[in-house]
């Protein structure tokens, strides 16, 4: 931020595209409660939004649910560790199947075609264990975004009874959402940031 201020003629800020995106999602809704924003891109990331603002943690570092242990010593995860959740759950395991095509991927498996199948179960099976994890941390509604997000709603009811065989306290899992915004969400979320702080000066 320093680096940049001196370069940049007007106030800014710097944000994770994970916080945007959860932002987002949370201002264009009716919500008043807090949600938890799980971003499956290339890496898996995610917010919290708490009393009508994001939770960031004391150091910037909140959220980094892509760095949580899914599978002790595990595969291997970009950041060095082994079984973090980034490395079962990130869009590019199920693209790269398909030539870097989400689109292409997700056609696959609505034709049954194998081994985008069975890829696909297992990507869900990790992620409801993750969802899952994240209930009982945080007791709210949980949305599915990033460059996953927008295809798991042909999936959602599915994927709810999976979350809910997980939890040892309900039977059903109506707080898992899929994302509204499909597409660019952390850039919209940014530019919202900035149009709620207007709007609360007026």
């Known amino acids: 931020y320093q680096k940049l201020e001196p370069h940049i003629a007007f106030p800014f800020l710097l944000f994770n595209d994970a ?11 009716d919500r008043e409660d807090s949600i938890v924003y799980l971003s499956l891109s290339n890496s898996v990331g995610g917010a919290i939004v708490h009393n009508n603002r994001l939770y960031t943690g004391e150091h910037q570092k909140s959220c980094e649910f892509g760095h949580v242990t899914l599978i002790p010593d595990g595969k291997p995860c970009y ?17 790269d199947m398909a030539g870097g095509k989400m689109q292409r991927f997700f056609n696959s498996v609505k ?7 069975s890829a696909f179960h297992q990507y869900l099976d990790y992620l409801a264990i993750a969802v899952n994890n994240l209930r009982m941390h945080y007791d709210c509604d949980i949305i599915l975004g990033g460059y996953v997000g927008p295809y ?8 709810r ?19 509204r915004y499909k597409f660019e969400t952390a850039a919209i979320g940014a530019a919202l940031y900035y149009i ?3 709007i609360k000066k007026i």
Do not use: H, I
């Open 79 to 95: 950041c060095g560790k082994k079984g973090c959740l980034n490395a079962y759950c990130s869009a590019n395991l199920l693209s």
């Open 152 to 159: 798991l709603n042909d999936y959602l009811e599915k994927f």
């Open 196 to 198: 709620d702080q207007f």
């Open 111 to 117: 034709e049954g075609q194998e081994p985008y199948t």
């Open 19 to 29: 916080n945007s995106g959860g932002f987002a999602e949370w201002w264009n809704s």
């Open 161 to 179: 009874e999976m979350v809910a065989r997980r939890s040892p306290f309900e039977e059903t899992a109506p707080y898992v959402f899929c994302c």
